[in-house]
C-alpha cells in the first residue's frame, strides 16, 4: 500500500495513522473498523527495512552455489561402475531439472486475437520464432519455464523464456525481439534491456537476448549455437 504508518500512545491505548505525504507529520487516523489497513502499512515498513539486509544475504548464498556448481561434473565424470556404488552429494541433472520444472507459476495470459501458435510438446506460445526457441530447448535436453515471473525492485516482468543451465545450475533470462525494424519496437527494446541491467541481468551473464527483422529473420541454426553457449 501506498504511505507509512505513524504509532502514537494515548491513555495506554495504541492509535494509527496513515502518512501519504512527506510534509504531514501527523497523518490520517485510522479507525478500529479499518484495522486491516494498519496491519497492511505495517507490514510494508517492515519489510522495506528489512529488504536491503535479504538482497546481502542472496547475495552471498548465489556466491556460495556459484563456488559448488562443479561438484556434480566430478560424479558425471566417474566410471559407471563406480556411479552404481554410491549416490552423489548433490542431485543428478535428471532429478535436479524436474525439481525445477516442478515449480507452479503463471505466465501473461493469450488475448483472444491472438494467434494460437504451439511448440512440440503443446505448449502454447507468441510467436513463431518463440516456437523455435522453444522447440530447440527442448531438442537439446535444456529446461526452460515460458514466461516466467521475474520480481524486479517495484514490479515483475516476464521474459520469453527463463532457462537453466544444468552443468553448471545457473538460470538465464531470454528475451527475444522479433521486429527490429519496427522504429518504435526497436526503442521499447532497448528500454527493457536497459531495466534488465537496472535490476542485476546483463547480456551474456545471465541474460540471453535474440533480434531479428523481417529481411534478417532468425534461424533454427543460430538459436541452436546460441543455447549450445550459454545452456549446454
Known amino acids: 500500500p501506498k504511505g507509512r504508518l505513524r504509532v502514537s500512545t494515548n491513555k495506554g491505548t495504541y ?21 486491516h ?23 552471498k548464498i548465489n556466491a556460495l552455489l556459484s563456488n559448488t556448481q562443479d561438484l556434480q561434473q566430478h ?42 501458435l504451439f511448440t512440440s510438446k ?18 537439446l535436453g535444456i529446461p526452460y519455464r515460458y514466461e516466467f515471473p521475474i520480481r524486479f525492485k517495484n514490479y515483475t516482468v516476464h521474459p520469453d523464456f527463463y532457462c537453466l ?17 519496427d522504429s518504435e519496437y526497436a526503442q521499447n527494446a532497448v528500454s527493457k534491456i536497459q531495466d534488465y541491467q537496472r535490476n ?5 551473464k545471465n541474460l540471453i537476448t535474440t533480434f531479428e527483422t523481417k529481411a534478417a529473420p532468425i534461424s533454427t541454426k543460430q538459436i541452436e549455437q546460441i543455447a549450445r553457449e550459454y545452456l549446454y
Open 165 to 181: 543451465n544444468l552443468r553448471t545450475r545457473q538460470e538465464f533470462a531470454w528475451e527475444h525481439f522479433g521486429m527490429m525494424d
Open 200 to 204: 542485476g541481468y546483463f547480456p551474456g
Open 75 to 116: 560424479y558425471e565424470n566417474l566410471h559407471l561402475g563406480r556411479k552404481k556404488l554410491f549416490s552423489p552429494m548433490t542431485l543428478p541433472n535428471k532429478d535436479f531439472a524436474v525439481h525445477w520444472l516442478a515449480v507452479e507459476y503463471k505466465h501473461k495470459s493469450f488475448e483472444q486475437t491472438t494467434t494460437a
Open 15 to 35: 492509535q494509527y495513522y496513515k502518512i501519504t505525504e512527506n510534509s504531514d507529520t501527523l497523518g490520517t487516523y485510522i479507525t478500529k473498523n479499518n484495522i
Open 122 to 139: 503443446g505448449e502454447r506460445v507468441r510467436s513463431k520464432s518463440e516456437v523455435i526457441i522453444a522447440d530447440t530447448l527442448t531438442r
Open 37 to 59: 489497513e494498519a496491519e497492511q502499512l505495517a507490514k510494508a515498513d517492515y519489510n522495506k527495512k528489512i529488504l536491503p539486509q535479504l538482497q546481502k544475504e542472496l547475495a
